[in-house]
């Protein structure tokens, strides 16, 4: 039955590609109010580290990296519904174990050279490669062959098959349903194998792909240039000429700049000194997107480290803290969130109440489990801005039910090392490295930050909350293939973080909004400009209304 | 001459050598895990062992050391653990705009210094030598960040003077080298003040004046190039604290520098830079000094070379 829905639906897709023409098909992504032309100019503060797709992970170079190269699946601009990228279709196996996609003809890398699966084989075989030392190595671990390749033993993964040169098979070992998402992560992103031998460990300076924009220029710690690229399959795509990066610019500043019009969009936000300031100017705020990001802020608990090894002592943590005044204390510029998932994920409750703010039920806890007095514990945190002062207002909640804690504010990595220390922290606030969704999949909010797998040694779950139970649930949500069985893979995920949130590992404190301030003259959609996955901006659908 | 300049040198591949023992000693003993940084936050402990592994790190100490030392005698800086770029093309890259800012920064503090502490000399005990000193000890005072940015405020924003940060012409230049040079002048005001009324006080000033000559033949020909003499000497230490301002403003003003190169490299663990960074500092330091050193005895022939 899955066999023959999913061929159906490839074979209706290709049938209407086909019958409409190859290149001037009804396309809905295209904005028939764009006109091609025009440049524009954006700010950041850091250096952009890599546009190597197999190295950068870092939110400033995600979506730059985008621009440059392609995978074979992607999402719809603005949301998290994925789409075929470079694949023309896919079929599942009924299994669920075997992906077999068809891909576009035609598709040229920015040197000319046309793409086929041979370069989408060569790509994901080099992420696993230990010698690539890619952060992305272990999305792929689902693979056939991905133990012997990642140990350095085999020359590429087994599993990846191709069976021509615009068809490729990916054979996995277990059914994964986040593997579509995988596709469309930047790690599988096409690289031609003629350039990264030519550069070697510079491919990351010099980031040939099949993009939309092409690399023009990159002065080191200045600027760098994107420029058009003529030959992009997505015909139409994109519409603005020219994107110039621009390196090493303040927050600040950069908003000075813009409000003297000479940036279009400051790519770090706008500085949190100067936001009241700006949401109170009419003329500002009417230039600011907000939108939701797949993010959470959260305090941990080591349930490994008395007295956190009582849920009820957990429990109690959850009802004492203030998330209302937590969230006014930075501008609102969060919501109060009760549950790890943020909403715009797939398997957000939206009819979960969490637990209330009720300070008088948390003592009375406390005091059943053993602590009318309280108890004193340590609350770890990043030393930057907003967070120490977010980790004294949890301190102040927590004394007003006999905890007392005191603060580590200490450096990112510092905190870091001290959470994926079993004896490290028994309390830590994640604001500044709080979790961001890899990927709008539910399945990505567990593994690495509350399932086993992550309680380990310099690993991220923080909390060192193991539940054996819900990790094999976990498995068997993950084992639904099925397309057309999201909505039941999606509900058995939140009946696992519902059981989280009973343990109480946890206390989830608020998603933060994201708030993209541009310039009069650049158009688009909103949802292009608080992309949940081109973060901030989808670069390949945004445009400029000045267009002679 | 030539013993003291070569034991001078010796002397200064030791500090060197110091130096970088040290600092790699640090960067070793920190807490974070580098190797985290790289493997990102999705990978398995084995990736995290085989990253380890591949970069060296999982050896000792002495032996890291040892390697490093290696590569660094080859002229080899390694490679960034974030950028996997080299080191050295990164400053490389960087070291060019930084070079202009100190030279900015060495005149705008001079100018700005000396004139201060002469006319401040000059006119001893007035309202005018009171105000210059009370300027000068807020310049030594005021924070960098935020004379830079109200600089950047009032002339570049406000009265467009300027342009609001960048690299490239002259008028880029101007702002970022006067917020350096605020704070050295304040020091320089002050010794310019003092070895001023020194000189002023001597006999062949008060021969001069007994001979007739013109307060400004005076000041500038007999009084001035006796007082900057130990200005001169400062200059090469000056360097060193110049070094700590150039993060700041470089950061304030979107200045491409090797400031902001350590910055980044400091937030994120980035041992092969934050190494390089600091022994160019290092080296230039102690390049600064050693000219000084070499260079003050042919201002002032009182001063000997041991």
């Known amino acids: ?548 | 001459m030539i013993a003291y300049l070569a034991r001078r040198i010796v002397q200064s591949l030791l500090i060197l050598l110091g130096v970088s023992v040290i600092t790699f000693a640090l960067l070793y003993l920190l807490p974070a895990d580098p190797v985290r940084q790289i493997a990102g936050r999705s990978a398995t402990p084995a990736t995290v062992e085989n990253i380890r592994r591949q970069l060296g790190l999982d050896q000792p100490f002495v032996i890291q050391y040892w390697r490093y030392l290696l590569h660094l005698l080859q002229g080899d800086l390694g490679r960034s653990y974030i950028q996997r770029s080299q080191v050295t093309e990164l400053i490389v890259a960087r070291l060019p705009a930084t070079l202009l800012l100190m030279v900015g920064s060495i005149v705008c503090e001079l100018l700005l210094g000396l004139t201060m502490g002469l006319v401040a000399a000059v006119r001893r005990g007035s309202a005018t030598d009171q105000t210059l000193m009370v300027a000068s000890f807020v310049g030594v005072s005021a924070p960098q960040f935020v004379v830079g940015l109200l600089l950047l405020y009032v002339f570049a924003v406000r009265l467009s003077w300027f342009p609001i940060g960048g690299y490239g012409t002259f008028s880029h230049l101007v702002l970022p080298s006067l917020t350096m040079g605020i704070l050295g002048a304040g020091w320089y005001a002050r010794m310019m003040r003092s070895s001023m009324i020194d000189v002023l006080r001597q006999d062949y000033v008060r021969t001069a004046r007994a001979k007739g000559l013109a307060r400004g033949a005076i000041l500038f020909r007999h009084a001035l190039p006796n007082a900057v003499l130990p200005i001169v000497a400062m200059i090469g230490i000056d360097i060193g604290i110049l070094m700590g301002g150039i993060v700041v403003v470089e950061s304030v003003f979107g200045w491409p520098g090797i400031g902001q190169l350590a910055w980044q490299a400091i937030q994120r663990v980035d041992i092969p830079i934050i190494m390089g960074v600091t022994l160019v500092s290092a080296f230039a330091i102690v390049l600064g000094n050693l000219l000084a050193d070499i260079v003050a005895p042919f201002i002032d022939p009182r001063i000997k070379l041991r």
């Open chain 1, 1 to 548: 039955m899955k066999r023959f829905l999913a061929s159906t639906v490839a074979a209706s897709a290709l049938a209407l590609m086909l019958g409409l023409g190859s290149v001037a098909f009804a396309d809905e992504t295209l904005d028939p109010n764009a006109k091609p032309g025009g440049d524009i100019i954006i700010t950041y503060k850091d250096d952009v580290a890599t546009l190597d797709p197999a190295i950068g992970y870092d939110w400033q170079n995600w979506s730059m990296i985008k621009s440059l190269f392609d995978g074979l699946m992607d999402y719809k601009p603005g949301t998290t519904e994925l789409t075929p990228d470079l694949a023309e279709s896919y079929e599942i196996s009924p299994d669920g174990k075997t992906f077999t996609f068809k891909i576009r003809h035609g598709v040229k890398f920015h040197n000319g050279r046309e793409m086929t699966a041979e370069d989408v084989k060569y790509s994901i075989d080099r992420v696993v490669n230990p010698k690539t030392q890619s952060p992305g190595q272990g999305f792929f671990a689902s693979i056939e062959g991905y133990e012997e390749a990642a140990a350095g033993k085999a020359d590429g993964l087994s599993g990846i098959t191709v069976v021509d040169p615009y068809t490729i098979k990916f054979q996995l070992t277990r059914p994964d349903a986040t593997f579509l998402h995988v596709m469309a992560i930047n790690f599988s992103h096409v690289v031609p194998k003629e350039e990264v031998e030519k550069w070697g460990a510079d491919f990351g300076k010099h980031p040939v792909g099949t993009g939309a924009y092409k690399l023009a220029e990159w002065t080191l710690g200045q600027r760098v240039v994107f420029e058009k690229n003529p030959d992009y399959w997505h015909k139409g795509l994109p519409y603005l000429d020219k994107i110039t990066f621009e390196i090493g610019q303040e927050p600040i500043v950069a908003l000075l700049r813009l409000q003297k019009g000479e940036i279009d969009v400051p790519g770090d936000g706008i500085p949190p000194a100067k936001f009241q300031e700006v949401m109170n100017d009419p003329a500002q705020k009417a230039r600011v997107v907000e939108g939701g990001q797949l993010q959470t802020g959260y305090i941990t608990m080591n349930v490994t480290m008395k007295p956190f090894d009582d849920v009820r002592v957990r429990q109690a943590v959850n009802m004492a803290i203030n998330k209302d005044r937590i969230v006014q204390l930075i501008n609102n510029r969060a919501i109060p969130a009760n549950q790890p998932l943020p909403p715009s994920m797939p398997g957000y409750d939206k009819d979960y109440k969490g637990y209330p703010y009720d300070p008088a039920k948390a003592k009375e806890l406390l005091a059943e489990a053993g602590h009318p007095d309280g108890f004193s514990t340590e609350l770890y945190a990043m030393n930057t801005d907003p967070n120490p002062r977010i980790a004294q207002a949890i301190q102040q909640d927590l004394a007003a039910v006999g905890i007392k804690a005191s603060i580590q504010a200490q450096a990112q990595a510092n905190v870091i090392a001290a959470g994926g220390d079993k004896n490290g922290a028994p309390m830590i606030w994640s604001g500044g490295m709080a979790w961001i969704a890899d990927f709008p999949d539910p399945s990505n909010f567990y593994g690495p930050i509350l399932g086993c797998a992550g309680a380990v040694p310099g690993g991220w779950n923080w909390s060192w909350y193991c539940n054996k139970d819900l990790d094999a649930e976990a498995a068997k949500a993950d084992s639904i293939v099925d397309p057309a069985k999201a909505a039941e893979r999606n509900k058995m995920w939140s009946d696992i973080y519902i059981k989280i949130m009973k343990d109480a590992p946890w206390v989830p404190v608020f998603n933060e909004q994201r708030f993209t301030l541009k310039s009069a003259r650049m158009g688009g959609a909103d949802n292009l400009y608080v992309d949940p996955v081109h973060i901030p901006i989808n670069y390949d659908h945004v445009y400029v209304k000045d267009v002679q």
